[in-house]
Every structure is written in structure tokens, then in C-alpha cells.
């Protein structure tokens, strides 16, 4: 028998090799890649303000009240719009949000995977802010008073001392978010997005064959993923020896 | 209010959940320079709460506290200032676990008073000598023992130069062959000048380095005086319970 012959092996031709297929996979993942990066950044960036605004509010807000003026107002309004904003997205499913980005808020830009960076940014700034807030709560009450009692101002102290030590703290579980991000990026094709999971949607619809062209969409994500976690691993591993 | 006086606590009060704890019930108090005053008293008699007013690490609920010509329970002040004239030395010494020990008695100087790395540094280092620590300056906070921590913390306020001491209980987080190193070095601070409040539950430095001692109960100073006053001669009732229960 001919080794060609071999049904598995016309069917890897059929999805890789006929039309360049494989071309469309390195495409797809490199658009769920930006879109997780972007993502990402987009995450980070609104997750540590709001962590930075409800955090502040938790341990301000006693002196502000003191104090008078309108600081503590301003300071209460930002905190419970957070607080909203924390609400609706972990309380909706992130395809819908998408969509309503997509169809609504950008209904008159076509640039789907830029519509995918904001919507999965947003939506991960939600999860991003709340382990944030978690890691500056998790650092010793006696951190902050060390802080203060010295002459450190809020800020300086959130700077100096309590930040780089919640941000060792988090770094397992934010990566861990990441990576969960990475796989909710499959549904982006909702909105047309010609991403990893879609490519493997498109392709198994041109070879009338699904089981192969989605296999290897699984694969991919599957290492990808693997080798991000051996890095949290090592991460978490390398963190465990500054301990001590 | 006399020329000396570096601290004028006057009407200090601090209530919780309403009025239903009177932590602080109307302390009246003057620290004067040079002084070493002990807070001693009962648990939950509201030395902690006093010693930590004092700096504004709890908002005093009505009183002033005089310090530097300012009233630090004015929420308007700039009480960040004068903090940095305040050390602080806590129960459980709150070393900054992710510096070293230099980098814990430098960072404060150079962010806050403009110091030079260099500077700071060779301060930092002149200060570890007197307390026989320059040869763990490179050591992280989970290097060193008990008694280590406390004397970094010590240094660490020192570094900032500052006018007053605040201890709470510095050394009742170690271990008992530990706590003679700790009070060797506050003894020697004491010696040197500097005005220090304690609140400890060693009775027997207190009867050594105190100029003076306070003794609390229900969130009220009940009697003051010399170290032989109230140990030898107690008069309030409650003090003379808690000294027979301590002594
Ligand atoms: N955050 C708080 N909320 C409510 N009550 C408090 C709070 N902090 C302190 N208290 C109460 O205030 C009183 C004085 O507490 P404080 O810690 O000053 O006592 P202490 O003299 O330092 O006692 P100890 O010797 O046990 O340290 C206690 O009754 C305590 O329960
Ligand atoms: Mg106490």
C-alpha cells in the first residue's frame, strides 16, 4: 500500500497543503494572538486603575469623610461607577458583549479584530481589577502602616511598598487570566473575526471535513497554552525561592 | 504648656462603632523633650490606640495633639510631614520583606527628605554599627532573627532623624532570649536623648530608663509619675491591682 494512500494523510493535505491552507491557520493564530495582546494591554491598563480607585476608596475613605470638601464625593461617584462596571461585565457572557461592541458601539468600523481588542480588553480589565484589588488586600495591614507612619503619602506608599509586593503576589494568577483570556478569543469570530478557531470553522466548511482542520485548531491552542502554563510554573517556582 | 514640651495631647478621645468603645476616653498628656515616657495598663486599656493617635494612624474622634505648633487631629495639616518626624517601631517590626535591610533604611530618606543614595547609605550604615547589624546590611527581612528585625526597625526609623520614638510593644512578638538585645539598643537611644514613648509590658525597663510612667485603664490616664512613684507607691486602686497582678 501507498504510504500517500493513507486516508489521514490525503486528509492533513487536503487541510494544510491544498491552497496553502496552512498560510490560513498562521494567519488565524497570529489574529488571536493580537487579540490577545491587545487585550492584554487594554486589561492591564483599565484593571489597575480601577483597582487603584476602589482600593483607595476602601482605605480613604474615613479620613476623606474627615476632611470635607468634595474629595470624598468625587472619590464615592468613581468607586460605585467601578463598581457597576464590575457588576454588568462579570455578569454578562463576553459574546454578547462583544457583540454589542461590534453591532452597536463600532457598528461603523469594520476593523474586527481592533473591536476584539477593545471588548475582551474591557471585559478582562474587569477580572484583572478584582485580582488586583485581592493582591493589595492580601499585603500586611502593618506594610501600609509602615508605610505611613514613616512619611510616605497614600500614593508613595501604594508605590514604593505595597505594589511590588501584590504584584509578586498575583503575577500565578494574572497569568493565569491570560490565559484563559487567550481560549475566549475562540469566539471572536462572532463578529467575523478570522481568527485561529474560526480559520478551522472555514476550512473544514471548504473540505466538507471538520474533524481534522478543528483537530489541529485544538492542537495549537493546546500547546500554545502548555507552554504558557510551564512558564507560570516557572514563574511561580522562581517567586517561591525570593520567599526566602 | 511649658517651653520644653514637644507633644500636647489635650482632650484626646477615639470611639468605635459609634460611641459603644470608648478606646480613648479624654487623655490629657504632655511629652517633653528628652523624655521617656511608658504607657503601661491592662489589655484593652487603649495604649496602642493613644500611642497610635499620636501619629494619626488612628483619627482621633475629638482633643488636639500639639506637635511643632500644629494641630495634627486638624484633618487640614499636612500630617505626612510630620510623620517623618515621628518614628515608629511596631509590635511586629513590618520590615518591608522585599528589600534588604539597606535598601528598608534608605528608600524613606531618599524618596522623603532628598537624600542622595550615597548618602543614605553611609547614614544607613553608620546607624546598623550602632546596633551591631553593618555586617547583615545585604540581608533580606526573612534572614534575620527576631531580635534582628526589631533593631533594623529601630534603625529604620532613625534614619529619618526623627524629633520622637513611638514603640508599641517592641518586644512582645520575640523570643524571650531576644527581648534583653532589643531593649540594650532603645536603652542606648534613650541614653543619647531621644524623646521616646513606650508602650511595653517590661516592667523592669521601665523602672530603669522611664522618666516618667503612664499608667492607662479604660481609656483613661489613671496615674502618672516617676518610675519609683508608681511602683513603690501606687495610689489608684486599679493600679495597685495591676502592678500586684504583673509584678
Ligand atoms: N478597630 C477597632 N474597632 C473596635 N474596637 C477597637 C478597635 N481597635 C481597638 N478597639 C478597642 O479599643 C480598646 C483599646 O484597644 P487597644 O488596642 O488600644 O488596647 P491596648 O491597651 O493596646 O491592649 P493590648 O495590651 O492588648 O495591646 C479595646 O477595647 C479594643 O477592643
Ligand atoms: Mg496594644
Known amino acids: ?244 | 504648656m511649658n517651653a520644653n514640651c514637644l507633644i500636647d495631647v489635650k482632650g484626646l478621645k477615639k470611639y468605635y462603632k459609634g460611641e459603644e468603645v470608648k478606646a480613648l476616653d479624654g487623655i490629657d498628656l504632655e511629652i517633653d523633650q528628652g523624655e521617656v515616657v511608658v504607657i503601661i495598663g491592662p489589655s484593652g486599656s487603649g495604649k496602642s490606640t493613644m500611642l497610635r493617635s499620636l501619629n494619626l494612624l488612628e483619627i482621633p474622634t475629638a482633643g488636639s495633639i500639639i506637635f511643632d505648633g500644629e494641630d495634627l487631629a486638624n484633618p487640614k495639616i499636612d500630617i505626612n510631614k510630620h510623620r517623618q518626624k515621628m518614628g515608629m517601631v511596631f509590635q511586629h517590626f513590618n520590615l518591608f520583606p522585599n528589600m534588604n535591610v539597606l535598601k528598608n533604611l534608605t528608600i524613606a530618606p531618599i524618596k522623603l527628605l532628598g537624600k542622595k543614595k550615597e548618602e543614605a547609605e553611609a547614614y544607613a550604615m553608620e546607624m546598623l554599627e550602632r546596633v551591631d547589624l553593618a555586617d547583615r546590611a545585604d540581608a533580606y527581612p526573612s534572614q534575620l532573627s527576631g531580635g534582628q528585625k526589631q533593631r533594623v526597625a529601630i534603625v529604620r526609623a532613625l534614619c529619618m532623624d526623627p524629633e520622637v520614638m513611638l514603640f508599641d510593644e517592641p518586644t512582645s512578638a520575640l523570643d524571650p532570649e531576644m527581648v534583653g538585645e532589643v531593649l540594650e539598643v532603645m536603652k542606648k537611644l534613650a541614653k543619647r536623648g531621644m524623646t521616646m514613648v513606650v508602650v511595653t509590658h517590661e516592667m523592669g525597663f521601665a523602672r530603669e530608663v522611664a522618666t516618667r510612667v503612664v499608667f492607662m485603664d479604660g481609656g483613661k490616664v489613671l496615674e502618672q509619675g516617676t518610675p519609683e512613684q508608681v511602683f513603690d507607691h501606687p495610689q489608684d486602686p486599679r493600679l495597685q491591682d495591676f502592678l500586684s497582678k504583673v509584678l
Open chain 1, 1 to 244: 500500500m501507498n504510504f500517500s494512500d493513507l486516508w489521514i494523510v490525503n486528509e492533513l493535505k487536503r487541510t494544510l497543503l491544498v491552497d496553502d491552507r496552512y498560510m490560513m491557520y498562521v494567519n488565524g493564530f497570529i489574529n488571536t494572538l493580537k487579540i490577545t495582546g491587545g487585550a492584554l494591554i487594554v486589561g492591564l491598563i483599565i484593571g489597575i486603575i480601577i483597582a487603584a480607585i476602589r482600593t483607595s476608596y476602601d482605605k480613604n475613605k474615613e479620613t476623606l469623610q474627615l476632611k470635607g470638601g468634595i474629595g470624598y464625593g468625587i472619590l464615592s461617584i468613581v468607586n460605585w461607577i467601578c463598581k457597576v462596571y464590575l457588576t454588568v461585565i462579570r455578569g454578562t457572557p463576553v459574546v454578547v458583549q462583544l457583540m454589542i461592541m461590534y453591532f452597536v458601539v463600532f457598528a461603523s468600523s469594520s476593523n474586527g479584530v481592533l473591536v476584539g481588542i477593545v471588548a475582551f480588553g474591557i471585559n478582562s480589565a474587569a477580572y484583572v481589577a478584582e485580582i488586583f484589588r485581592a493582591g493589595i488586600m492580601s499585603v500586611d495591614q502593618g506594610q501600609f502602616e509602615a508605610g505611613r507612619s514613616i512619611g510616605f503619602n497614600y500614593f508613595q506608599t501604594m508605590r514604593y511598598i505595597i505594589i511590588p509586593q501584590m504584584f509578586k503576589a498575583v503575577l500565578p494568577t494574572l497569568l493565569n487570566e491570560f490565559i484563559a483570556l487567550l481560549k475566549e478569543t475562540s469566539v471572536a469570530g462572532y463578529v467575523g473575526v478570522i481568527e485561529l478557531t474560526k480559520t478551522g470553522n472555514i476550512i473544514g466548511g471548504r473540505i466538507y471535513e471538520y474533524f481534522i482542520p478543528l483537530g489541529i485548531v485544538a492542537i495549537i491552542y493546546l500547546v500554545t497554552v502548555l507552554i504558557l502554563t510551564a512558564l507560570v510554573g516557572k514563574v511561580e517556582r522562581r517567586l517561591r525561592k525570593s520567599e526566602r
